[in-house]
């Protein structure tokens, strides 16, 4: 009998949406909402104490467009070549305590903001999508859409409970020991998802070998290489629209939409709240649109999804009492849910899985780049014209364009069997 439960207990813990769950709970304390969104609660405390402008804080975001973008094909090398748990584990540590150090910013030395950015977005890159998406399409082929729409939903989990878990902090002990207590979620949260569930086939090749034998995926691991990659024009499409879309969308939400609120007459609170709901749209949306990847024209679909930002910046620019707000923030959050969702699946459909580690790396890299520079870019926008709007207008424009330029993507070089 205890032999059988052992048994039991093995093929239970061993069966594949296991990885889909912890990558929900891993993803919702990756960069993105640790690093990134959770500055709209940090943005009025700190500057307010510091004496700094809002554009001077969010520019330590732009050395997350340096560090991120530099890091995350390097960690996407380095997980091709050695494996998940090698690369990620000994990493969690150093990005918790890169975090960590943001309680020690100090109102006459601006150059740390710099390096702690540096340290929190370059070895948070390698907990971004890339890790959970790595190994879900390593598991994964006929409902590759739907796995990855979960695993990666868990950003929008982050978005609706980080904020507001460190103001909470924020409000009763500071926004210092806040900053301390968002790390050590993240910590605890991060490994043990990794060490417990996320890693390869046990038949995979670190070296791009064989894919499991499962009932749904092919017995080998097709794709070309990322020089191969980089040379064609699917590949280039995917980083002008992801560059785009982490400018104009991310860098609404990563760090002024709670500012924004707070100006227009909300309570930090209230404000908080709503980029929540917006969270919550972006964990519904990576789930629904996951889905819909797996049956439907992906470029066609993403197209029309896109267009959903540019509808939420509309409603701020427009000044709209509420609920436009709320309205604006579920349109945005609910594009946020579909990008990376988008960036995974399309990288696996047009380029396979042998280099996806590498490729997706240089792919989402442009689409860190954007997540940096769209909150500096409105926040000295701000500064100068002591309004949000131009910005705003700007990326409206931006957000189009995007939109519609992923309908030249065509059909999938590896469709569903063949990747």
């Given at each position: 009998m205890a032999s059988s439960d052992v048994v039991g207990r093995s093929t239970f813990f061993s069966n594949r949406w296991w990885i889909v769950a912890a990558s929900v709970i891993g993803s919702s304390v990756g960069p993105g909402t640790t690093v990134i969104f959770v500055i709209n609660v940090f943005m009025v405390p700190v500057t307010t104490e510091l004496g700094w402008s809002r554009g001077l804080f969010?520019?330590?975001?732009?050395?997350?467009?340096?560090?991120?973008?530099?890091?995350?094909?390097?960690?996407?090398y380095l997980m091709d070549r050695f494996g998940i748990h090698r690369v990620?584990?000994?990493?969690i540590f150093l990005y918790a305590l890169g975090l960590a150090s943001f309680a020690l910013l100090q109102k006459d030395s601006v150059w740390p903001l710099y390096v702690m950015f540096i340290a929190a977005s370059g070895f948070g890159a390698c907990f971004g999508p890339i890790i959970y998406s790595k190994s879900i399409t390593a598991w994964f082929d006929k409902e590759r859409g739907l796995a990855l729409g979960i695993a990666t939903s868990g950003v929008g989990l982050g978005t609706f409970i980080v904020p507001s878990y460190a103001q909470y902090f924020i409000t009763h002990y500071g926004w210092r020991t806040a900053y301390v207590a968002v790390a050590a979620l993240t910590w605890l949260l991060a490994f043990s998802m990794v060490a417990l569930f996320v890693r390869e086939p046990s038949q995979y090749s670190e070296q791009g070998g064989e894919a499991p034998s499962d009932p749904v995926s092919p017995p080998h691991t097709f794709g070309v290489p990322a020089a191969t990659a980089a040379k064609t024009y699917r590949f280039w499409l995917l980083v002008i629209i992801f560059l785009a879309e982490g400018t104009a969308n991310n860098g609404i939400l990563s760090g002024h939409f709670v500012p924004m609120l707070v100006d227009r007459g909300y309570a930090p609170a209230a404000a908080a709240a709503i980029l929540g709901?917006?969270?919550?749209?972006?964990?519904?949306a990576r789930v629904v649109i996951g889905f819909c990847l797996d049956w439907v024209n992906g470029p066609i679909f993403s197209a029309a999804a896109m267009m959903l930002p540019a509808l939420g910046v509309a409603l701020l620019v427009s000044h709209a009492y509420a609920p436009a707000p709320l309205l604006a923030a579920i349109c945005c959050g609910l594009a946020i849910g579909a990008e990376v969702d988008m960036l995974g699946f399309f990288t696996s459909r047009y380029f396979g899985r042998a280099s996806f580690g590498t490729i997706y790396g240089l792919i989402f890299a442009a689409f860190v780049c954007g997540v940096g520079l769209g909150p500096t870019i409105l926040g000295f926008g701000f500064d100068h014209y002591h309004s949000y709007d131009p910005v705003l207008w700007a990326y409206l424009m931006v957000l189009?364009?995007?939109?519609?330029?992923?309908?030249?993507?065509?059909?999938?070089?590896?469709?569903?069997?063949?990747?």
């Open positions: 969010s520019s330590g975001l732009l050395a997350s467009a340096v560090a991120g973008p530099i890091m995350t094909p390097i960690f996407g990620a584990l000994p990493t709901i917006s969270g919550l749209a972006a964990l519904a189009i364009v995007a939109a519609l330029l992923f309908l030249p993507l065509g059909r999938y070089t590896y469709p569903k069997g063949k990747a």
